[in-house]
């Protein structure tokens, strides 16, 4: 079993729909994250997680420790956010442990 | 100030060639990591840096080697390629406004 899990593995939303990706992980972290990779492309970091909530733009993330779940959520969703979100966590060395991501498309 | 910069972007090597993808970040930042990408699998740690002189295996070493000379450089070296090793490889820092700075990737295929 992974350490990290992901769901949905895929998912497709209509512009201005909410939309929330959950993460589970099974051992205890330092910092969770989430991160963007758009087709082809680079990897970008979105958020790091050590508690509570975090909000950028149209995206929220929140970890509860104690159950090791993460949400992320976009509101008012748009076709630019069509990418693969990754969650990953920090073990020692603050090496990551990735899910195998959630592959978002947004339709007009 | 371009962050994490790896070259080549894209390459196609031949069984048993060797090669090396570079990695060099102007972030003066100690941790490194090269990781591997293959389709409808998470990224997973070949090698990894906590600082100058100082490197140790990941997750799938087999077949890679690295060193770190500087700070600033953290190259991966492919010495038999071999068809398995087709992946995509993103080099990363620890550092940066969200926890960690990627590369661009590099895009290397096997035949």
């Known amino acids: 079993k992974n350490e990290v899990e992901q769901s949905p593995q895929n998912l497709t939303a209509q512009e201005g729909e909410f939309i929330t990706i959950n993460c589970s992980y099974s051992?205890?972290?330092?910092?969770l994250h989430w991160l963007q990779q758009h087709p082809g492309g680079g990897i970008v970091s979105l958020f790091m997680?050590?508690?509570g909530k975090k909000k950028h733009g149209r995206l929220i993330a929140t970890i509860n420790i104690q159950e090791k779940h993460s949400s992320l959520h976009i509101t008012a969703s748009h076709p630019r956010d069509s990418a693969v979100y990754i969650c990953?966590?920090?073990?020692?060395?603050?090496?990551?442990?990735f899910g195998t991501g959630t592959r978002l498309q947004v339709t007009l | 100030n371009a962050g994490v910069t790896q070259t080549p972007k894209f390459r196609i090597l031949k069984i048993g060639q060797s090669m090396t993808l570079q990695c060099t970040q102007d972030?003066?930042?100690?941790?490194m990591y090269w990781y591997r990408q293959d389709p409808g699998m998470g990224l997973k740690l070949i090698y990894y840096?906590?600082?100058?002189?100082?490197?140790d295996k990941g997750e799938v070493p087999n077949g890679y080697n690295v060193s770190r000379s500087t700070t600033e450089d953290f190259p991966l070296r492919l010495e038999l390629a071999a068809p398995s090793q087709t992946s995509v490889y993103f080099c990363?820092?620890?550092?940066?406004?969200?926890?960690?700075?990627f590369g661009s990737g590099t895009r290397l295929t096997v035949v």
């Open positions: 051992v205890g972290i330092s910092a």
């Open positions: 972030m003066n930042h100690n941790y």
């Open positions: 990953a966590i920090t073990g020692t060395a603050s090496k990551l442990t």
């Open positions: 990363a820092i620890r550092g940066g406004d969200y926890g960690y700075t």
């Open positions: 997680l050590s508690s």
């Open positions: 840096s906590v600082g100058a002189g100082i490197t």
